[in-house]
């Protein structure tokens, strides 16, 4: 009589949660109405519930119950909170995302009143000095050295001549460790779930890679690189990287190249602008951007660009190994021949956002976004792009304690055969 009980009670409870389990489709698009392929949508309480959308942006998703909320994120463009409690079954949801850049405030337009006097370079740089003093002083508060966890959901897309040769959703925790005194922020990244997804063609090139096929000579630029060691890189925690304090305190004395606008009535932009050239050999221009509460001295994004571009008069002779590194990420065409590279040139930007929680500036989201060409002295090109979108779902800054070593091998990676679903 009990074992019956107990397994009506496991029937009931199997075919309550069938019950509830709701099939949530339909379509996300630009402002134009076009699908947005490799959309990233998860539930936020349950980020492990999720799915990406395909080529054409449809997507298709089970989940437990419509008592959450789907997020919806791609870089690029405004992530979104869809309430599945007012989605009506059966009904599919066409879903419109507005462009958010990822370089926020980069042009800032600002109106010089000409009743006023003009301000002398030496006035202005003592100005914009004395200003970013109240804002380093504030740095203190706003990011004290404490360990904070945030609960994140990553996103990572790799492009070859607009082909999606690798997409890593990353879901877990990061733990940071706030310390201006040390070179740069610690971070442990504790997994829960890693779906990943690698383009056969480009994963059979790498897996069948070997140094060893090749001459001593001719593998000398890449015979101490450790394949196994690169399919280890955390491309998140990359991305993830960018010190406020660090890079605040590195360059604030550089007054020379720093501007200070008023964007709007509570809010002073900085920019610092740093070029470094060899005329007709290469240009790399950084551009660090902060957005300031003009009243409160705190950071409320801070964004960085940089551009760089690199000719070589000679061009570069790859190895042949070189060159089977280089082919293995190389789509649409047959790949390159024995040649000499003559230039690159590519684009990274990346931001964060803040918000305000227990007294301190809490992430809130971050983007990084890195394009470019590489080409050769046939004047053959490949382009290659890479984007990363992190979401934070929730941030701990009270209590919080760094992981052991056998926590942060916790975790459960999931291949995934199409970048579809």
């Not at 280890?232 to 200070?260: C, G, N």
């Not at 021949?337 to 918000?355: A, D, Q, S």
Request: positive net charge; proline residues 3%.
């Amino acid at each position: 009589m009990k074992s019956r009980m107990f397994v009506s009670i496991i029937l009931l409870l199997v075919m309550q949660f069938s019950a509830m389990a709701v099939n949530v489709e339909g379509t996300v698009v630009d402002k134009s109405g076009k699908g947005l392929p490799y959309v990233s949508l998860y539930l936020k309480h349950y980020p492990e519930v999720g799915t990406i959308t395909d080529i054409n942006g449809r997507f298709k998703l089970e989940v437990p119950s419509t008592r959450d909320s789907l997020i919806v994120s791609l870089v690029g463009y405004e992530t979104m909170f869809i309430d599945l409690s007012k989605f009506t079954l059966g009904r599919p949801l066409r879903i419109t995302m507005k462009d958010q850049p990822v370089m926020l405030n980069e042009v800032v337009v600002h109106v010089q009143n000409d009743s006023k006097k003009k301000k002398s370079k030496k006035e202005e740089r003592a100005e914009i000095q004395a200003f970013m003093k109240k804002v380093y002083d504030q740095i203190w508060k706003d990011f004290p050295s404490n360990y904070v966890k945030h609960k994140v959901v990553s996103d990572l897309t790799a492009t070859s001549e607009g082909q999606v040769i690798y997409f890593d959703e990353w879901i877990g925790d990061i733990v940071e460790m706030r310390n201006i005194n040390g070179p740069k922020d610690s971070i442990q990244m504790k997994m829960d779930l890693n779906k990943r997804y690698i383009n056969k063609t480009v994963k059979g090139s790498i897996d069948n890679f070997n140094p060893n096929d090749y001459s001593k000579q001719d593998r000398k630029h890449i015979d101490k690189v450790d394949m196994n060691s690169v399919r280890k890189i955390q491309p998140h925690k990359i991305a993830w990287e960018l010190d406020v304090q660090q890079l605040f305190y590195r360059y604030m004395s550089d007054v020379k190249h720093w501007t200070m606008v008023d964007k709007d009535d509570h809010t002073v932009v900085l920019t610092l602008t740093l070029t470094n050239k060899l005329p007709g050999i290469y240009k790399v221009v950084r551009k660090l951007v902060y957005a300031v509460d003009k009243y409160t001295y705190s950071i409320q994004t801070i964004s960085e660009r940089v551009s760089a571009e690199v000719n070589i008069p000679f061009g570069y002779k790859l190895s042949s190994a070189e060159l089977a590194i280089l082919n293995a990420f190389v789509l649409d065409q047959d790949g390159f021949e024995k040649y000499r590279l003559k230039g690159f040139k590519g684009t990274t930007c990346r931001n964060n956002i803040f918000k305000r929680q227990d007294n301190q500036q809490v992430i809130v989201e971050k983007n990084f976004t890195a394009e470019g060409y590489i080409i050769d002295n046939k004047d053959n090109k490949v382009n290659f792009g890479t984007k990363v979108k992190t979401k934070v779902l929730s941030v701990e800054t009270k209590g919080v304690k760094p992981y052991s070593a056998s926590d942060l091998k916790s975790g459960k990676v999931q291949q995934i055969d199409t970048p579809k679903h």
